[in-house]
C-alpha cells in the first residue's frame, strides 16, 4: 500500500453497529438505580446512565459526577472485560458487575514512509514534550454541560481509511495502536462539531497532529480533531453541533489530507465510531 494511497495520520475494519442505542437499563442495572442507558457495555465503548433521583453511582471507588441525573463511563481499547459499579440511593448500596463486550482489532500496515516520519528527530523532543503537557492541561478540567448526550454527528463526510484501535505497523515497525477515526475529505473541507461543547485547545501546529481543536462535551467526554489545516474556534469559545470548527488539512504527521477524529472519556480512550449514527 503506498504513501499516497490512504490518508491517515501517523500518531499512531471491524464495523461495530454505531448506533448509539437506547436499552432498557434494567437487564444490566438494577431500575432502583439505574432509569435507562444508552450506549454499549463493549471494549472502546460509552455509556450513559440517568440514575434515579437522589442514586449516585461509584466506579473504581470515585462517584461519578452527574449532570442532570446522568453519568458517563467510558472503557478503554483493552478495558478489563470484568467490570463493576457500585450504586447507592440513601442506606442501599449494591455492587453490579457487568461483561463488556470484546472486541477484535485489525492490523495496518503502511510502507515508504519517510524515517522522519516514524521517529522524531532529537530537536523535536522539547516541542513534543511541552505539547504533551499543553494536552493534558486542556482535558484536566471536568465540566458539568450536556453536550455528552446529543445524538452525534460526524464532523465530516468521506471515506474511513483508519479505524479505532487498529494495530499499526510503519515501515514494518510495530507503533503504538491507533485510538481515532481517519476520514478522507478534500482539504478545506469544513469540520463540524459533532455535537456542542466548549473549544479547550486551538493550536494549529503541533508536531504530531499539526492543527488541533479540543471540544470538551462535559462529564470528561472530549472530541479531538487533528491535522487540520485551518482552525475557526478559539480557546474558551462555545460550540453548537453542527458547528464549523476548522477546516480538514494534512498538518502534522499525515500523509495525506483527512480528518482525525478521536474521543477520551476520562483518560480513556474511547472508539468515535459508536457515538456516530451507523454509515
Ligand atoms: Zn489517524
Not at 452527574?66 to 472485560?81: C, K, M, T
Not at 504533551?132 to 492541561?137: D, G, I, L, S
Not at 484536566?140 to 463526510?157: D, I, N, Y
Not at 488541533?212 to 479531538?224: K, N, R
Request: proline share 7%.
Amino acid at each position: 500500500m503506498g504513501i499516497r494511497a490512504l490518508s491517515v495520520c501517523l500518531v499512531s475494519f471491524l464495523a461495530l453497529s454505531g448506533a448509539f442505542s437506547q436499552n432498557a437499563a434494567a437487564q444490566v442495572f438494577p431500575e432502583k438505580f439505574v432509569k435507562s442507558m444508552r450506549g454499549e457495555l463493549t471494549q472502546g465503548g460509552l455509556v450513559i446512565l440517568t440514575l434515579q433521583p437522589d442514586a449516585r453511582a461509584l466506579y473504581n471507588g470515585r462517584t461519578l459526577p452527574q449532570y442532570e441525573n446522568q453519568v458517563v463511563l467510558g472503557f478503554g481499547r483493552d478495558a478489563p472485560l470484568e467490570q463493576s459499579l457500585l450504586f447507592t440511593l440513601g442506606e442501599t448500596a449494591r455492587a453490579i458487575d457487568f461483561q463488556l463486550k470484546q472486541r477484535a482489532y485489525v492490523e495496518q500496515r503502511i510502507d515508504g514512509l519517510p524515517p522522519a516520519f516514524v521517529t522524531p528527530p532529537p530537536d523535536a523532543l522539547v516541542k513534543i514534550k511541552r505539547e504533551a503537557a499543553n494536552k493534558r492541561k486542556a482535558r484536566s478540567e471536568l465540566t458539568l454541560q450536556g453536550g455528552f448526550a446529543e445524538a452525534f454527528v460526524w464532523p465530516v463526510a468521506g471515506r474511513i481509511t483508519g479505524v479505532y484501535g487498529s494495530r499499526r505497523f510503519y515501515n514494518g515497525e510495530p507503533r503504538r495502536p491507533h485510538y481515532g477515526i481517519d476520514i478522507a475529505a478534500p482539504a478545506g473541507t469544513p469540520v463540524k462539531a459533532p455535537a456542542a461543547g466548549r473549544v479547550t485547545l486551538a493550536s494549529p501546529d503541533m508536531y504530531f497532529e499539526g492543527g488541533l481543536i479540543f471540544v470538551d462535551h462535559g462529564l470528561g467526554v472530549t472530541s479531538v480533531f487533528m491535522h487540520l489545516e485551518t482552525l475557526a474556534v478559539t480557546v474558551g469559545e462555545k460550540v453548537n453541533q453542527g458547528d464549523i470548527i476548522g477546516t480538514v488539512g494534512s498538518t502534522g504527521r499525515s500523509t495525506g489530507p483527512h480528518l482525525d477524529w478521536r474521543m477520551y472519556w476520562a483518560d480513556r480512550r474511547i472508539d468515535p465510531a459508536l457515538l456516530a449514527p451507523p454509515r
